[in-house]
């Protein structure tokens, strides 16, 4: 018995609107690298929202309830300075400390290494009687050598800063913070469109809200190095918005007047495309983060960076994150929402329901076609020829050839 050809039902191409999948022999930095997608970024944007809500909520949490730990330069104080040494640690000049005020101290470090290492003590506002007998219990305690190597009560050094001063300094960072995010802001107006511009303020304002959140968690000191460091990270969530708004306006260049992919198709292999390198931009600048971290605060000792190195390790991770995972989807749901993209993606949608239709339809006419002339149509698409019912096993079908053996001729 002959077999048939399978059963083709050809597809209107401007309905094959899905991209060919992505192999699975590729490995995960294959496709990261070049871009081939699979990874549905806008498709699953309620979930990348789920994770944004829930690190806003702890960070304004911690702000509200916490607040945080502002540093002598713009609460005022007290500042005691005296030589670390062997005998000299921080467990024990707090401990002086408390024995002859009464109190505890707002933080004890140690910064530096080596025979440059000190101990720093930040205290509330001492006076001038406060100060004499703190010094005095610390040179009774420690015996701290000047720079001539004799024990001094000038070795240890008080500094005072006045509550005015630390307002001023509150002021000029605060000021210069909000002209920062104007300007910023006034940046992005100018360089986007109108919802590009709403998605990377709102992608700058969670990383801020985030950044400041997170330090006030962990507790960190706010110094004049850390606004520095939050207004950096800034600027660098600003270009990774460009790079990817940049991809994303390429990419839907000219697509309402197609219809076979609609506006959040094209904005997420935008993501995909642009994924790796924010990767590699992230990670490029972290380390030297990372660097500063170990090197200048773990080993040399300088604990002042620490401010400066955690607000820039923060920030950056969490633009790198803010551009990809949350200003692109946030980007197409306000194109979703209104306008002509919200009519072009309702079009395309519409047609891809309506060929769908046309295509199991017409599979059904062509089986049934199959079927009535005497084709059996299998699952896998293909069909067998069989004699209809009504006729005898041994008759030949019409039209059909003779077969056997050839009969002679009468002579």
Not at 137 to 147: G, I, R
Not at 172 to 182: H, N, P, Q, R, T
Not at 351 to 358: F, I, L, V
Request: charged content about 20%; proline content about 4%; hydrophobic content about 45%.
């Amino acid at each position: 018995m002959a077999k048939s050809s399978p059963v083709v039902v050809d597809s209107d191409p401007e309905l094959d609107y899905e991209a060919a999948p992505s192999d699975k022999r590729h490995s995960l930095f294959e496709r990261l690298y070049t871009g081939t997608g699979g990874f549905e970024i806008v498709g699953k944007r309620k979930v990348y929202y789920g994770i944004a809500a829930v690190l806003v909520a702890i960070a304004v949490a911690s702000i509200v309830f916490k607040g945080f730990t502002l540093g002598i330069d713009f609460a005022g104080g007290s500042r005691i300075q005296l030589p670390a040494s062997d005998t000299v640690t921080t467990s024990k000049v707090e401990d002086v400390y408390r024995s002859a005020l009464g109190h505890d101290p707002v933080t004890v470090q140690k910064v530096g290494s080596g025979s440059s290492a000190t101990i720093q003590i930040r205290s509330d506002t001492l006076n001038t009687e406060q100060a004499d007998k703190l010094q005095s219990a610390l040179f009774d305690a420690f015996h701290p050598k000047d720079s001539n190597g004799q024990p001094s009560r000038n070795a240890i050094s008080v500094a005072e800063i006045s509550e005015t001063w630390g307002g001023e300094v509150t002021k000029k960072a605060l000021l210069a913070l909000v002209v920062f995010v104007g300007l910023t802001m006034l940046y992005i107006a100018i360089r986007f469109e109108r919802d590009m511009s709403i998605a990377a303020i709102a992608s700058l304002f969670f990383n801020l809200i985030v950044t400041a959140g997170i330090y006030s968690l962990v507790g960190f000191e706010v110094t004049p190095a850390a606004v520095i460091g939050l207004l950096t990270i800034l600027g660098y969530v600003l270009y990774d918005n460009v790079v990817v708004f940049d991809k994303v306006e390429e990419n839907t260049r000219g697509v309402l007047h197609l219809s076979k992919h609609t506006y959040a198709e094209k904005a997420n292999l935008a993501a995909n495309q642009t994924l790796m390198r924010s990767i590699n931009t992230t990670v490029i600048g972290i380390l030297p983060i990372i660097g500063m971290l170990v090197i200048a605060v773990w080993l040399l000792g300088v604990g002042t960076l620490k401010d400066l190195a955690l607000v820039q390790l923060v920030g950056m991770i969490v633009g790198g994150y803010s551009s990809i995972f949350f200003a692109v989807p946030i980007l197409v749901s306000i194109k979703e929402t209104w306008g002509p993209v919200a009519a072009h993606t309702k079009k395309v949608l519409n047609r891809r329901a309506g060929g769908a239709k046309a295509r199991v339809g017409m599979a059904a006419a062509e089986r049934v076609g199959v079927a009535g002339r005497g084709i059996d149509v299998s699952a896998n698409g293909y069909g067998r020829d069989h004699a209809p019912r009504s006729q005898s096993a041994g008759a030949p079908r019409p039209g059909a050839r003779p077969s056997g053996k050839r009969q002679k001729r009468r002579h």
